[in-house]
């Protein structure tokens, strides 16, 4: 088993339902790998795509690193005073809207294989 399962496994309840619903989108339709990075799980194709963040008050943020770049048709990020990262939280595995969600990772997954990442660090 993977770290990354071994991970999801560790949690409990709806946050448990909701990251294996996720992890198997994003491993199984999508391709990407896995990996733990600062403690939660990261997904990557070239470079990193998207991270589950476990909220304290409860649910999973599928969150998007390089949100800022993506058209977000839908309206479903959420930057939460950040500039470039923006996710979707979820409470329930019955909140996940699949073709949103799939039409979402479709930009980001093209965004990564298309476009080279940039670091607007100095």
Do not use: C
């Amino acid at each position: 088993m993977s770290e990354v399962l071994d991970y999801i496994y560790q949690q409990e309840g709806k946050e448990r339902e909701i990251m294996l619903l996720l992890h198997g989108m994003l491993t199984d339709e999508f391709g990407l790998q896995d990996k733990i990075r600062y403690r939660v799980p990261f997904y990557f194709g070239r470079t990193w795509i998207v991270y589950m963040n476990p909220q304290k008050k409860g649910g999973i943020e599928l969150a998007f690193v390089r949100a800022n770049e993506l058209s977000d048709e839908l309206g479903l990020l959420d930057f939460r005073d950040r500039k470039q990262v923006a996710g979707i939280l979820y409470l329930a595995a019955r909140d996940v809207d699949f073709e949103a969600l799939r039409l979402l990772l479709h930009e980001a997954v093209l965004l990564d294989d298309t476009t080279p990442y940039a670091s607007k660090r100095k």
